[in-house]
């Protein structure tokens, strides 16, 4: 059985930093994409980043390109995300998801049916 635990999340003004950390067991993490995404109350979950599983490559939403950063250390089946210049509309619970797909890395990870396991969520919440 897959189990995402995230960590991470906080209260942060604006401006500030986090990193957010996924750990993941129960199949070989390296196999797979990773992705984060958020919901803010009221609204849909939506894709933040996913990182390839070698590591190589990545994806991010056009609302944190340059601001958030997605990396991932196979060696500790840990993903992480960087989050810098925090705004308060990046207030929201963040999830991480593993995919479904071993070995598979395309647009298709823009899509949370792409992901088959789940965290429970941290939240961020940044203040103005």
């Known amino acids: 059985q897959v189990q995402l635990v995230e960590s991470g999340g906080g209260l942060v003004q604006a401006g500030g930093s986090l990193r957010l950390s996924c750990a993941a067991s129960?199949?070989?993490?390296?196999?797979?994409?990773m992705g984060w995404f958020r919901q803010a109350p009221g609204k849909e979950r939506e894709f933040v980043a996913a990182?390839?599983?070698?590591?190589?490559?990545?994806y991010y939403a056009d609302s944190v390109k340059g601001r958030f950063t997605v990396s991932r250390d196979n060696a500790k089946n840990t993903v992480y995300l960087q989050m810098g210049s925090l705004k308060p509309e990046d207030t929201a619970v963040y999830y991480c998801?593993?995919?479904?797909?071993?070995?598979?890395?395309?647009?298709?990870?823009?899509?949370?049916?792409?992901?088959?396991?789940w965290g429970q969520g941290t939240q961020v919440t940044v203040s103005s």
């Open positions: 998801a593993q995919a479904s797909v071993a070995g598979r890395f395309n647009s298709r990870n823009y899509d949370r049916n792409e992901y088959d396991y």
């Open positions: 129960g199949r070989t993490f390296s196999n797979y994409a």
């Open positions: 990182m390839s599983p070698g590591g190589i490559r990545t």
